[in-house]
């Protein structure tokens, strides 16, 4: 069966900045990770790589940023008081996870004031170009309920 849109893919990957050793893999002891295809639930660049391939094809593809996490935009800074971050203890350069109104989201610390914090909301990967080591490990057909939410349900995917 062909990876295309409202099926699910099952797979494991590695993800490297072009040219690096890898960042993180699923492979080490991980789980391969599920999504449904054409929902938007993957970097773009990765979801069209997959796009025709099916289970047992282990393959690399390159993902430039624009295709990935988007290009690193300098005025992307924001000052955050402190108490947002609760007792955790903060250094420039870290990275944090920062509850937003539009929900959890991945920021770097740049400096820590006395009672408020810069922080950097560029996603630590924009502006880098990525490559991807792809193994499927299955496909099969979404259920209507899982088209109609958009996501995975069960094994590997969303539990409500």
């Known amino acids: 069966m062909k990876i295309e849109k409202d099926r699910v893919v099952r797979f494991h990957y590695t993800v490297s900045e072009a040219g690096q050793p890898a960042l993180e893999s699923s492979k080490e002891g991980g789980e391969p990770l599920s999504i449904l295809v054409g929902h938007g639930n993957i970097i773009p660049g990765l979801e069209k790589a997959l796009d025709g391939h099916e289970a047992g094809d282990s393959f690399g593809v390159d993902v430039p940023a624009a295709d990935a996490y988007g290009e690193r935009r300098d005025n992307l800074t924001q000052r955050v008081p402190k108490k947002h971050f609760g007792a955790q203890k903060l250094t420039p350069g870290d990275q944090v996870v920062l509850n937003t109104n539009f929900g959890p989201r991945a920021v770097t610390v740049q400096k820590v004031g006395m009672s408020v914090v810069d922080v950097d909301l560029n996603h ?27 996501h995975v349900h069960g094994e590997g995917g969303h539990h409500h």
Do not use: N, Q, T
């Not at 924009?126 to 958009?150: C, M, N, Q, T, Y």
């Open 124 to 150: 630590p990967m924009a502006g880098k170009d990525l490559h991807f080591d792809i193994e499927i490990v299955d496909v099969r057909e979404a259920s209507p309920e899982e088209v109609e939410h958009g």
